[in-house]
Structure formats: C-alpha cells, structure tokens
Nanobody, 121 residues
Framework: QVQLVESGGGSVQAGGSLRLACVAS?????MGWFRQAPGKEREGVAT????????TYDDSVKGRFTISRDKAKNTVYLQMNNLTREDTAMYYC?????????????????WGQGTQVIVSS
C-alpha cells in the first residue's frame, strides 16, 4: 500500500490560484485528484495516466486546473487557477495500480487524507 500526503490547500479569494501537491511513499502508476464538497459525493477532478501521460479533467475544471507529476519525486500536482466558490471542497490525492484510468473512484486503490480548499467571494 502506498501512503499519500497532500499539501497546498488553504483559503483563497475567487479568481485566485492554489497549487496542491501529493507525495507518495513509493512507486505509483496512474494518479488522480478527487474532491468532496460539503453535502456532496466525492467526484473526480483530474487524472494522469501512467501509460501515455494523457490527462483527463472533469468538465467543471477544464481550462482552469492542470494535473502534472514528477515521477522522480513521487509527486503529483494540481495547479488550480481562476478558482470559484464552487471549487470549495476537500481535495484528495489517489493512486492507482492501473496504467490507464478514468475519473472513477473504483479505478484507484490508495487515498490520501485530503487537503481543504476554501474559496471565498
């Protein structure tokens, strides 16, 4: 099992930016970011395939969020720009044993504890 530790969350005004980071304790394959807003189910935000480095984004964040990774550092990032109040949520890093993934939670096996993002107007 891989341990995942997220960082970079915080409070920001609408229109601002944050960069989340997730460090894995060991080798990982595909990675992803998910989020859960109060009263809502957890949803997929962005993923990056290990096989072809292809990235996938939820429609709500396309053009604003960018997922990237540094495999040498066992780290995956989520750059979040032009944040809105609707982006307020707990953000979770996830690791998969698969080389291709979708935005489905079932594609991922290991999860971090989450980092809180609060966007105010």
């Amino acid at each position: 099992q891989v341990q995942l530790v997220e960082s970079g969350g915080g409070s920001v005004q609408a229109g601002g930016s944050l960069r989340l980071a997730c460090v894995a304790s060991g080798h990982t394959y595909s990675m992803g970011w998910f989020r859960q807003a109060p009263g809502k189910e957890r949803e997929g935000v962005a993923t990056i395939n290990d096989a072809d480095k292809v990235t996938t984004y939820d429609d709500s964040v396309k053009g604003r969020f960018t997922i990237s990774r540094d495999k040498a550092k066992n780290t995956v990032y989520l750059q979040m720009n032009n944040l809105t109040r609707e982006d307020t949520a707990m953000y979770y890093c996830a690791a998969s044993r698969r080389v291709w993934v979708s935005l489905k939670e079932s594609d991922f096996r290991d999860w971090g504890q989450g980092t809180q993002v609060i966007v105010s107007s």
